[in-house]
């Protein structure tokens, strides 16, 4: 798990994004990295390996519009919420 502040313990990453995510217009939007004992995947964790074996945030298909993203992958509602809120942190955050 990744440590954004590298506080240790006393941070809550998942916490910091959802709030972040509020900040962005995700009001409802939850930020998980999952169960610690991996019985559960996250929407961090899936949406990982979508961009990993699609680029829906940093790849080829990272420009694709929402309603193409659905079209054509099927995602959810919720699934787009996310894809789209880590499309905005990827483009804010990005070394230039």
Known sequence: ????ESNGDNHNDESQLTEWAKNLGFPDLKISYGASDGSKEGN????????????????????????????IFGYSEDQMKVIIFLRKVEETTRHR
């Open 44 to 71: 961090i964790a899936w949406v990982r390996k979508e961009d990993i074996e699609k680029g829906v945030i940093t790849g080829g298909n990272s420009g694709m519009l929402p309603s193409e993203l659905r079209r």
């Open 1 to 4: 798990m990744v440590d954004l």
